[in-house]
């Protein structure tokens, strides 16, 4: 595996990790249906790769405004990693919106 400039704490292989590169490019442009694309195929193929969970999470809260997919990605997050602080504050914002 190439050395990155960060921890890969999830050991992500080089292809997944250019895959969220991409996606969260494809967000920053506009491209939301691509993003949510490439990011759900991700997830068939790893359902518990918390990085893509994270992400989804975001795309659907933060670009869709689909609130109730948004907690329902962040809770998986938060089912497998507890202590995970991003996912948890994220989750809490977009319960605001659906309580």
């Not at 960060?6 to 292809?15: H, I």
């Not at 590169?21 to 193929?45: N, P, Q, R, Y």
């Amino acid at each position: 595996m190439t050395n990155h400039a960060f921890e890969n704490t999830y050991n992500l292989t080089d292809e997944q990790l250019s895959a969220l590169d991409e996606a969260e490019e494809l967000m920053l442009k506009g491209a939301v249906g691509a993003a949510e694309k490439m990011l759900l195929a991700m997830l068939e193929v790893e359902k518990d790769c918390i990085p893509v969970l994270s992400n989804l999470g975001y795309l659907y809260g933060r670009h869709l405004s689909e609130f109730e997919t948004a907690v329902e990605y962040y809770d998986r997050v938060l089912a497998l990693e507890p202590d995970n602080a991003w996912a948890r504050d994220a989750r809490r914002r977009y319960m605001r919106y659906i309580e």
